[in-house]
């Protein structure tokens, strides 16, 4: 669109773009409430399903492989519906299967049916990132991932801080019927929710002027089935094995989610075997998380402002260079190596137990710290078809792994305990903390030599068209001087 076009969502008023941004927020953070949420009445599913504790977790991890489809179908849906129309029909049928669920009679509908919960309501984690790039200036970007990622990490911590007080009156179901209340309030709420998708907004309007749709260059996440599969499919795995950026962007946001996840098992476990918590008190531990998300977005944000400031001062251009965005990433891994030791060899009956609850806050705030710093890296890593492609990949992995970690974390818990399995993640965490470290020295050169630096047809028709307008203009300009 027009940058001086008043329907460029970059151009509304703030109190629109504001509400836009905060109904998105709102249904990224009913999903990731309704994911968690559910490990609030694992005790109750274990007995009343008579099955084993690794085995109740199951429904937990299949909600996140069915979100993990999202980053693939997502930006298709986008890009022929817009944004707003897909929120509003994901969080309705994440309602109809989470009402499925809490009248399920049998253990295996609560699986199939807490998948089908992920699969439909992962594009609402997915879609926000377009939503916040549309509205927000692009120069700011970890600013405003730090306010989208606190969705999906408030969300999850509050599910069971909420949920442990009401299933410990109530029972299981109860998981299903707030996370219900949860959803329908967010529908409410984005009754109103503006269309921010720039390709879709010329569409609408033109409809509503009864014109023909406006002519545009191809979409760039492709029209055919074949160039659809090809950006969200096949570029994507073929970047996993070839592209030096994504491969180690690849590797550290899976075991960002991996072990995020897994504290929503292990925290209950430990407080509840070592301590004796009951399930509301297990819940109140949570709110450490939520206070490490806040840290993690309130220090993300003052480290860009201040670049972004000087950017301004020193930069023609004003630009902030994408390789700041990993100063984050950089202190981030630390906070999570020294979380790992401080919860694992502090969680026993001889240590009061708000020293490893406080080291799970300093966990979430390191966790978030890198994904806040390495998601924004990549958005503008690569022109926006190699972008998109290096996301879905990363989304996808990242989701996939972060199912599978939580249902190996009981085994490695009962066998060589807690002390040892969070000890292993942090080995693999030093192993990991010298990537942005290496992005930040030598992603420009890395970057530059890749195959996704080269702009497809579809984003050069783009330029081309945007230096038809400005020749136009400038003719108009010339005409009437």
Request: hydrophobic letters at 50%.
């Amino acid at each position: 669109m027009d940058a001086t076009d008043y329907d460029n969502p970059m151009n509304w008023p703030l109190h629109r773009r504001i509400y836009t941004t905060a109904c998105s927020w709102f249904y990224a953070f009913t999903v990731a409430f309704g994911l968690t949420a559910y490990t609030a009445g694992i005790g109750d599913i274990v007995i009343q399903f008579n099955v084993s504790r690794t085995v109740a977790v199951l429904p937990f991890a299949i909600f996140l492989w069915g979100v993990s489809f999202a980053p693939i179908y997502s930006p298709h849906l986008a890009e022929r519906f817009g944004r707003s129309i897909i929120y509003f029909i994901c969080v309705f049928l994440f309602s109809i299967f989470t009402l499925g669920v809490g009248y399920s009679q049998n253990f295996a509908s609560i699986v199939v049916l807490r998948f089908f919960a992920g699969f439909f309501g992962g594009p609402c984690l997915v879609l926000i990132e377009g939503t916040f790039a549309d509205i927000w200036d692009a120069n700011q970007t970890n600013t405003y991932y730090a306010f989208l990622g606190t969705a999906s990490y408030i969300g999850a911590a509050c599910g069971p801080l909420v949920l442990g007080f009401v299933v410990q009156a109530t029972g299981w179901r109860w998981t299903q019927w707030v996370t219900l209340m949860v959803a329908l309030a967010s529908l409410l709420f984005g009754t109103n929710m503006s269309e921010s998708y720039q390709r879709e907004i010329p569409r609408r309007r033109n409809r509503t002027r009864g014109l023909p749709p406006p002519e545009q260059p191809a979409a760039l996440s492709g029209v055919t089935l074949a160039e659809m599969a090809r950006t969200t499919i096949i570029n994507p795995a073929i970047q996993l094995f070839t592209e030096p950026v994504v491969i180690m962007f690849t590797i550290y946001v899976v075991f960002l989610f991996g072990t995020v996840f897994q504290f929503f098992i292990t925290v209950p476990i430990v407080l509840s075997t070592v301590y004796n918590f009951t399930l509301g008190s297990v819940g109140l531990a949570f709110i450490s998380a939520i206070i490490g998300s806040l840290l993690a977005a309130g220090c993300s944000i003052a480290v860009e402002q201040i670049f972004y400031r000087r950017s301004l001062k020193t930069n023609a251009n004003g630009m902030t260079p994408i390789e700041l965005r990993l100063i984050p990433a950089m202190y981030g891994g630390f906070l999570m190596l020294a979380s790992f030791f401080w919860i694992g060899w502090t969680a026993k009956p001889s240590v009061n137990w708000a020293v490893p609850v406080v080291g799970t806050g300093v966990f979430v705030w390191g966790n978030l710290s890198v994904l806040i710093s390495l998601v924004p890296y990549i958005f503008d890593a690569y022109p926006p078809a190699g972008t998109l492609a290096a996301l879905t990949i990363g989304a996808s992995a990242r989701i996939l792994i972060g199912g599978l970690i939580p249902m190996l974390i009981i085994f490695d818990f009962t066998n060589i305990g807690g002390d040892w399995a969070l000890s292993i993640f942090g080995f693999i965490t030093i192993v990991l903390i010298p990537i942005p470290f290496i992005l930040f020295k030598f992603g420009p050169g890395l970057r530059a030599r890749s195959r996704f630096s080269a702009k497809s047809p579809a984003e050069e028709q783009m330029i081309m068209m945007m230096m038809e307008a400005q020749r136009k203009e400038m003719a108009q300009e010339s005409m009437q001087a």
